[in-house]
C-alpha cells in the first residue's frame, strides 16, 4: 500500500502557530481527497480538514477559521497551517485519503503537535 509522511509538528505555546506537511507515494496522491487527522491520547482519530473535490473544503468546527489545508499537486503533498493554536489541539496529525470506505494509505506514523505553555 502507498504511503505518506508526515513533519513539521512540535511544541508550540498556546496562541502559536505549525505548518505541518504530508508528503505522499507519488502515484497514489489524491489532491482532491487528501486529508488531515488527528488523535489525541484516549480518543477516536478525528478529521481535521480534507478536500473534498478540486475547489472544495472542509474543516472540523473546532478548527476552523484557524487552520487552512493546501496542496502542491507538483510535489504530491498536503499542508496543515495551523494558526491561534490551543491546547485541545494537542495531538498525533495524520494524513491520508479516502477512496468510498477504504484508505488510499496506509498510516504513517504522524506528527505529533503539543500545544502547551
Known amino acids: 500500500q502507498a504511503q505518506v509522511v508526515e513533519s513539521g509538528g512540535g511544541l508550540v505555546q498556546p496562541g502559536g502557530s505549525l505548518r505541518l506537511s504530508c508528503a505522499a507515494s507519488?502515484?497514489?496522491?489524491?489532491?482532491?481527497?487528501m486529508g488531515w487527522y488527528r488523535q489525541a491520547p484516549g480518543k477516536e482519530r478525528e478529521l481535521v480538514a480534507r478536500?473534498?473535490?478540486?475547489?472544495?473544503?472542509n474543516y472540523a468546527d473546532s478548527v476552523k477559521g484557524r487552520f487552512i489545508i493546501s496542496r502542491d499537486n507538483n510535489k504530491n503533498t498536503v499542508y496543515l497551517q495551523m494558526n491561534s493554536l490551543k491546547p485541545e489541539d494537542t495531538a498525533v496529525y495524520y494524513c491520508?485519503?479516502?477512496?468510498?470506505?477504504?484508505?488510499?494509505?496506509?498510516w504513517g506514523q504522524g506528527t505529533q503537535v503539543t500545544v502547551s505553555s
Open positions: 507519488g502515484s497514489s496522491f489524491r489532491g482532491n481527497a
Open positions: 491520508n485519503a479516502q477512496a468510498g470506505s477504504t484508505w488510499v494509505f496506509s
Open positions: 478536500f473534498t473535490s478540486a475547489f472544495s473544503t
